[in-house]
């Protein structure tokens, strides 16, 4: 399993932002793709996740409201979808996968992606 993320960049508060995560190889039935965020000096936080198959999903209470999980069989490709965003979502985000749901903590994932950064700035 393969994973790419891309689209972050810079958006002033309030603004939104789509990250996406291109996946290859096997999506089998028990795949739980899922995305973390990573702050400067702190610990990799569990943002939302979503079986691929089923599509039941599993929001962070950090940014449940704002952000919304989605994937796109045709494409291959979960999307984070995230509005209203604060200063505080200033992070790298990672996509990942996972054999086990709901799994919400970094070592449950097996395969991630490189990562893309997030800035919320005025």
């Known amino acids: 399993v393969q994973l790419q993320a891309s689209g972050g960049g810079l958006v002033q508060p309030g603004g939104s932002l789509r990250l996406s995560c291109i996946t290859s190889g096997r999506t089998g039935i028990s795949n739980n793709m899922g995305w973390f965020r990573q702050a400067p000096g702190k610990e990799r936080e569990f943002v939302a996740s979503i079986l691929w198959y089923g599509g039941a999903t599993y929001i962070s209470d950090s940014v449940k409201g704002r952000f919304t999980i989605s994937r796109d069989f045709a494409k291959n490709t979960v999307y984070l979808q995230m509005n209203s965003l604060k200063p505080e979502d200033t992070a790298v985000y990672y996509c990942?996968?996972?054999?086990?749901?709901?799994?919400?903590?970094?070592?449950?994932?097996?395969?991630w992606g490189q990562g893309t950064q997030v800035t919320v700035s005025s």
């Open positions: 990942a996968r996972s054999g086990r749901f709901p799994a919400l903590t970094a070592p449950s994932y097996d395969y």
